[in-house]
Structure formats: C-alpha cells, structure tokens
C-alpha cells in the first residue's frame, strides 16, 4: 500500500534552517508529482511546494519563494523540502502528498516544524 513518511521536523529558532524528507514506498514514485502543505492550528490547509516527476517543473507558494526548496531523489524514493530563514509564522504542520488522479491523494501523518521568535 502507498506510504508517506515524513521526518526532519523540529524546534528553531527564526532565521534558522530545517530539511524536511518524505519516503515513499507502494508506488511508482518516479512517475508522479509530489508536494509538499502545511497545517498551523486554526488555519486550513495550504500548499507549500511541488515538483514534478524528474524534478523539472517546480512550483512554491509566494510565502516561501526564495527560501524553500524542494527537491526529489527519485532512486531514494524521497523528496526534500529545504526550508531556510525560517519565520515564526512557518509554524505548522507539514504533509508530504502523492496525487494519482484528479479525485484521489495520499498524505503523510506529517511532521511538526515550530519557529520560535
């Protein structure tokens, strides 16, 4: 079955840099897009980045353009979120997500990433 497992996460101080990594396993992970959202308390959840299958077209929310970067090692079976200068409102929860189709996604239990001022 399709896993996502997310880790990295943490406790930094602002202006501090954290890397995010998803493991994927249960699909043709070389073949699909993948991205990364983010979750803070009270919020909906938003979009963060994405890339597509050889790391070609890549997409980020204006929030963080120019301070995070996603990246994928498709023989590793991960994608990467480098997340620098890192601001007390990056605080959330941050899901790793696979969509096969229009109509289904998977989502990773998610890592926690607080910035404190």
């Known amino acids: 079955q399709v896993q996502l497992v997310e880790s990295g996460g943490g406790l930094v101080q602002a202006g501090g840099s954290l890397r995010l990594s998803c493991a994927a396993s249960?699909?043709?992970?070389?073949?699909?897009?993948m991205g990364w959202f983010r979750q803070a308390p009270g919020k909906e959840r938003e979009f963060v980045a994405s890339?597509?299958?050889?790391?070609?077209?890549?997409y980020y929310a204006d929030s963080v353009k120019g301070r995070f970067t996603i990246s994928r090692d498709n023989a590793k079976n991960t994608v990467y979120l480098q997340m620098n200068s890192l601001k007390p409102e990056d605080t959330a929860l941050y899901y790793c997500?696979?969509?096969?189709?229009?109509?289904?996604?998977?989502w990773g239990q998610g890592t926690q990433v607080t910035v404190s001022s």
């Open positions: 997500v696979y969509r096969p189709g229009a109509s289904s996604s998977y």
């Open positions: 249960g699909f043709a992970f070389s073949n699909y897009a």
């Open positions: 890339i597509n299958s050889i790391g070609g077209d890549i």
